[in-house]
């Protein structure tokens, strides 16, 4: 009796063994060796396949002698034509039962295969192109003030704005600026500053593209009334992840400066930056440098700096920006410094 259910134990442990298999897509290899698993899709000279030992694997295409489905796919050939019906293996490759009848092909003429219910390659393709091109709108404005009153009247304030339109190939960024000091009655800051800048990317690395850009300045202590500049040229992506971005840019601008002595400048010139942004954990480093000759006297430049280190404030949409930003001028209005540095911190409220 013990060996009798032994027996029957056995044959039913076989059987299932047996039938689970049947129940799977199967792949023949080119050497003999067989996988069962689920086919998700084939595309691109490749099969992936969801296998209950290894997870999810791709294949290459040229190592499949046949394969064989337990549900009806879709199956494009190379051909141009597509049918939905369950693959069975042949000995030319493959044959497709359809509604309608069926069709024969050999393997290597299989263009794509998808699941019922999912995308074809040329449809995800197609969404993916729409999701790279599409643009989002993300909007920045910080402040910054400190003061004192008592034995020294003081005050600092710093207010900014900027929209940025994006996609995965090219960028918008307007800008506005402002900042205004007192101390004791003596100003000692009065600019304003407005920035319109767009740059995009082609090309199969998507690392090479163009930018162009124009800026204008005002700032009453420097004794300037007007600076105009126009810049446009070529841009590469030196580094591009998730993480980091790094940009560099070679170009041409023209300068018009006016001063509020009456004297004026105006030049063509190189227009020369790196731009680089990282990207940690829960913070984010900005880097710009740029420095920009003119063609008129090459001794006459502009050197300009900023490094800024974002901190978020919690999880909300306020961050806080601290960092230091340098202006050289080789060539200023008489009266006037060369260098101007300023450290800020800033509050930011970012949303889109």
């Excluded at 494009?76 to 034509?81: H, K, Q, R, T």
């Excluded at 910054?144 to 009247?153: C, D, H, K, N």
């Excluded at 502009?302 to 909300?316: D, G, K, M, N, V």
Aim: proline content about 2%; glycine content about 8%; hydrophobic content about 40%.
């Amino acid at each position: 009796m013990k060996t009798t259910c032994q027996k029957i134990l056995l044959g039913l442990t076989l059987s299932l063994v047996v039938v689970a298999p049947a129940t799977a897509d199967r792949l023949e290899l080119s050497d003999g060796s067989v996988v069962f698993g689920k086919i998700v899709s084939a595309a691109d000279g490749k099969f992936k396949v969801e296998t209950t030992f290894a997870g999810t694997i791709e294949i290459g295409q040229d190592n499949v002698k046949s394969f064989a489905t337990d549900e009806a796919v879709h199956v494009a050939l190379a051909a141009g034509s597509t049918v939905l019906g369950k693959v069975e293996s042949s000995a030319g490759g493959i044959k497709v039962v359809a509604a309608d009848g069926q069709m024969s092909a050999a393997t290597s003429k299989v263009a794509a295969l998808w699941r019922m219910g999912t995308d074809s390659p040329e449809t995800r393709a197609a969404k993916a192109l729409a999701e790279k091109a599409r643009r989002i709108w993300a909007y920045e404005a910080s402040v910054a003030v400190t003061g004192r009153t008592g034995v020294s009247e003081k005050l600092n304030a710093a207010v900014s704005f900027k929209a940025t339109l994006e996609s995965a190939t090219d960028k918008l960024v307007f800008a506005l600026a402002a900042e205004r000091a007192d101390d004791n009655g003596v100003e000692t800051a009065n600019r304003q500053k407005a920035s319109a800048d767009y740059s995009a990317f082609s090309g199969v690395s998507g690392a090479n593209g163009w930018y162009v850009r124009s800026e204008i300045e005002k700032d009453k202590i420097k004794q300037l009334d007007l600076r105009s500049t126009t810049a446009f040229g070529l841009a590469r992506k030196w580094r591009k992840t998730e993480a980091q971005d790094l940009e560099a840019r070679v170009g041409v601008n023209y300068l018009y400066e006016s001063s509020v002595t009456g004297t004026n400048f105006e030049s063509p010139g190189l227009d020369l930056a790196l731009q680089h942004s990282y990207q940690f954990r829960t913070s984010r480093l900005t880097q710009a440098l740029s420095y920009t000759p003119t063609f008129e006297d090459f001794g006459n430049y502009r050197i300009q700096h900023e490094s800024a280190l974002e901190l978020p404030i919690s999880a909300s949409l306020w961050k806080l920006r601290i960092g230091v930003a340098n202006d050289y001028n080789s060539t200023p209005v008489p009266g006037t410094a060369n260098l101007d540095t300023t450290y800020f911190t800033s509050l930011i409220l970012n949303w889109k």
